[in-house]
Nanobody, 127 residues
Framework: QVQLVESGGGLVQAGGSLRLSCAASGRTFSRYAMGWFRQAPGKERDFVAAIGWSDGTTYYADSVKGRFTISRDGAKNTVYLQMNSLKPEDTAVYYC????????????????????WGQGTLVTVSS
């Protein structure tokens, strides 16, 4: 089983950048697709981005396309979320998730089967 620990959150002004990291433990990390989700206060957890394990295929929510970039470093067992041009509406707790099937992360109706989550890291964007 993979275990996940996020880091890199913090307070940033609108227009600024942050890079989140999600460190995974477990020797089978390279076989897992990874995703980022976020949950703002009083709202449901929303999909942000995902990356496959085999060819690095990426998916993004429309709200972050062109601003956020997901990547992974297999040697470090880490997935990153580079966030640029941040907006106040990006304020949320950001969670990473892992699954052996990319589509469990990407397809809305399959996300209920996600079982591997990190503890979250708070991103606050001030206006």
């Amino acid at each position: 089983q993979v275990q996940l620990v996020e880091s890199g959150g913090g307070l940033v002004q609108a227009g600024g950048s942050l890079r989140l990291s999600c460190a995974a433990s477990g020797r089978t990390f390279s076989r897992y697709a990874m995703g980022w989700f976020r949950q703002a206060p009083g709202k449901e957890r929303d999909f942000v981005a995902a990356i496959g394990w085999s060819d690095g295929t990426t998916y993004y929510a429309d709200s972050v396309k062109g601003r956020f970039t997901i990547s992974r470093d297999g040697a470090k067992n880490t997935v990153y979320l580079q966030m640029n041009s941040l907006k106040p509406e990006d304020t949320a707790v950001y969670y990473c998730a892992a699954d052996q099937n990319l589509y469990t992360i990407v397809i809305v109706t399959q996300r209920r089967y996600l079982e591997v989550w990190g503890q979250g890291t708070l991103v606050t964007v001030s206006s």
